[in-house]
């Protein structure tokens, strides 16, 4: 999926992102030393972790904007603009990592991804990610899928949502060992009392495109009403995230 970034936006107001991502990178094994590819790095918030615990770092990822924010912050890391389902490495590292990324892959275009992520790996390296799983934002898509109704549109999920039983095959057959995954509900507080309108305008920019301006925002304030009661405690916004994530060996 093509997506536009807001580097600034989403550095500032969605850093819970790659704040969430320490307890991913937790499942690496690797010692301190090793080669690591964070694939889908966006701003290098998580690559720039990852060196702190004495990993050998580049990021990859396939937004300009993202890669010039992190290249900003960063610029002793090596960032490298490329596509996940189409990439190559001058030589395979021990771990490719990845974060809040592989979601936004459509489902037939990741065997191919896999397919690189093996290449990129050593015999024995790791791979560890996490993204959305089956039932991720199930209340969101449902709300908006209504509001889009009530304005005379359809409302068009754009994300893959797999469950752990649909991944690990896919992952094996790409020639991995499974040796751990979770699908688990992590309920995510959104910032700002507009948070859950400032989080569709920011991740589902795709299914809003054919929506005229009025219509768009009628839409959203119809889902935040809707969701008003379910997603919102004191005042504070709730993206109701569930997660895949897993770690898997190469062969």
Known sequence: MNMQWDAETYGRDFSFVHRYGDGVAALIGAAPGSTVLDLGC????????????????????????????ARKSYPDIEFV????????????????????????????????????????LKPGGEFVFEFGGRGNTAWIEAALERAFSREGYRYQNPFFFPTIGEYAPMVEAAGFRVEYAQLFARPTPLQGEDGLGNWIRMFLKGPFEALPGPARQAVIRRAEAELRPVLCRDGQWYADYVRLRMKARKL
């Open 42 to 69: 966006g701003n290098g918030a998580l690559t720039h972790r990852l060196r702190q615990s004495g990993f050998q770092v580049m990021g990859l990822d396939a937004s300009p904007d993202l890669l010039s924010a």
């Open 81 to 120: 603009l490329g596509d996940a389902v189409d990439f190559s490495l001058p030589e395979p590292v021990d771990v490719v990592f990845s974060n809040a990324v592989f979601h936004w892959i459509e489902k037939k275009c990741h065997p191919a991804m896999l397919a690189c992520v093996s290449r990129a």
